[in-house]
């Protein structure tokens, strides 16, 4: 079981760049682990730090002013590249509840999903006024509703209407991942199986 996932209303963390990769998410050198433990602290590793272990003090996530921020905002086309899943592992490990984007690659889009974290697509527009506001005011709220499915810019109010599959819509409200829905559902698929005419 994960955490519910209703409504969120955090600040956030801007990420103004295209394109960004799941080996920029997380680098293949921290992909030897096979449980989702400990991923979070090397999220974004070489844009964090330097070669020699030093924080890049440039880099948002070393940057104090967004601090406790749940809400990635990011640039189009967000999650390209191979389908590890382990670069949603360090985004939800980081802390992330939500990443908000114009675009996401459908493999790391579900890996989100499966991950707890809730990628929201918005417009070029909103995003455009979303990373202006953070500009403006880096303590900016965004609130994420997820049963109403629609994101606002609490700064100015502008608000759109996001899609999500019903399915995982139901998983994240419930705090559930796919073995946990199996599970919930164990009666349903015994008593079909003993039904079921062969």
């Known amino acids: 079981m994960k955490e519910k996932f209703e409504i969120l209303r955090s600040t956030c ?4 760049l295209e394109n960004v ?3 920029q998410i997380i680098p293949a050198r921290f992909l030897k682990a096979t449980t989702k433990e400990g991923f979070g602290e090397n999220l974004f590793r070489d844009w964090r730090y330097d070669k020699q272990g030093r924080r ?4 948002v996530l070393n940057d104090s002013r967004y601090a406790g921020g749940k809400i990635l905002v990011a640039g189009k086309n967000f999650g ?4 590890r899943e382990h670069a949603a592992w360090a985004i939800a490990g980081y802390g992330f509840r939500a990443v908000v984007s ?6 790391h889009r579900n890996n989100e999903l499966n991950s707890g974290v809730l990628p929201v697509v ?7 006024g ?3 506001s953070i500009d403006s005011n880096p303590r900016t709220e965004v609130e994420v509703n997820l049963p109403e499915q629609r994101i606002t810019d609490l700064a100015t109010g502008e608000s759109e209407h996001f899609a999500i599959d019903a399915y995982k819509k139901h998983c994240l409200m419930n705090g559930l991942d796919d073995i946990d829905w ?10 079909y199986e003993k039904n079921r005419i062969w």
Do not use: H, W
């Not at 963390?13 to 103004?16: A, E, I, K, S």
């Not at 918005?122 to 455009?128: C, I, K, N, P, W």
């Open 102 to 107: 114009s675009f996401f690659a459908d493999i």
């Open 21 to 23: 990769d799941t080996d």
């Open 13 to 16: 963390v801007p990420l103004p």
């Open 56 to 59: 890049i003090e440039s880099f």
């Open 182 to 191: 199996l599970l919930a559902n164990r009666q349903k698929i015994e008593d």
């Open 80 to 83: 390209s590249g191979s389908s």
């Open 130 to 132: 979303l990373f202006a």
């Open 122 to 128: 918005v417009s070029g527009r909103f995003l455009a």
